[in-house]
């Protein structure tokens, strides 16, 4: 996968070197280029914001350093390869596990960490033209750039891709997972040794009964999500749920 980033502050993004994303470029699995949105500025200030129309507080990324930068990283792929275009953004759809699975399953994103009120809206018109966009959100607060959602969409994007987990199963019975939990949350997990300060840990892990086991997992799960984000479960079909569940 390519993963291309426009920033005004490409040192934010050094993370991307370390750890699970670190080691997924250096085996090859990831191809990630940084650029610099300054670059594409032509006055002596290489400036990258302006006041907005309508008056108001603060400061608008202006177009055309954005345009111009867009269209190099965009024409540096090979003919007709378009990538997708993610705008970092409070005022878009959430970032969810489920939109983690369909950008791993693409060959080339592109994303457009702004900073100051965000970005001229016209630039999302421009390329949403001829490219997916997607403005995107990972939370109900506001951070002052959208660098750091890059790091967090990168991290859960590249988690995902084949050969960066070293067992490609640990992923499946993650919380939001389709797979085994079916969208809930992963239920509490222990460890050896099995007395610590005082704590045991849950008889049934130490059974080796992999039924029980599994059912524990799943009783576990459905309690947390109960408890913690009950939307998870709320207007989902009850035959999603074994009679088991519904006692749980
Ligand atoms: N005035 C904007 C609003 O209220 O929607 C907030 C702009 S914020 C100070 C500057 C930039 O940080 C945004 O354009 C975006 O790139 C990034 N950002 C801040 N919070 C974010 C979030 N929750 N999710 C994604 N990006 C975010």
Redesign the pocket.
């Known amino acids: 996968m390519r993963l291309d980033v426009i920033t005004i502050f490409p040192e934010y993004l050094e993370p991307l070197n370390v750890s699970l994303v670190g080691k997924a470029r250096s085996r090859g699995v990831l191809d990630v280029r940084v650029h610099d949105l300054r670059e594409w500025t032509h006055d002596r200030h290489h400036t990258v914001d302006d006041t907005p129309y309508g008056g108001g507080p603060g400061m608008v990324m202006k177009p055309e350093p954005w345009g111009e930068a867009l269209d190099t990283v965009i024409d540096s792929g090979s003919p007709g390869e378009r990538p997708v275009v993610i705008v970092?953004?409070?005022?878009?759809r959430p970032f969810t596990q489920e939109l983690a699975i369909h950008l791993a399953a693409r060959p080339w994103l592109v994303f457009t960490?702004?900073?100051?009120?965000?970005i001229d809206r016209r630039v999302v018109e421009e390329y949403a033209r001829d490219h997916e966009v997607l403005e995107?959100?990972?939370?109900d607060?506001?951070?002052?750039?959208?660098e750091a959602?890059v790091l967090v969409m990168t991290e859960a994007v590249a988690r995902l891709l084949p050969g960066v987990l070293g067992n490609a199963e640990s992923h499946r019975d993650d919380s939001f997972a389709p797979g085994g939990m079916a969208g809930l949350l992963e239920g509490p997990v222990y460890t050896k040794p099995p007395e610590w300060r005082g704590h045991g840990i849950p008889e049934v892990l130490l059974s080796g009964h992999h039924g029980r086991i599994a059912r524990w997992r799943r009783d576990q799960a459905l309690r947390r999500t109960a408890r913690h984000r009950p939307d998870l479960i709320a207007g989902r079909d009850p035959a999603e749920f074994d009679a088991h569940d519904l006692r749980v």
């Open positions: 970092p953004t409070p005022s878009g960490p702004a900073r100051y009120e965000g995107v959100s990972i939370g607060y506001v951070l002052a750039g959208g959602p």
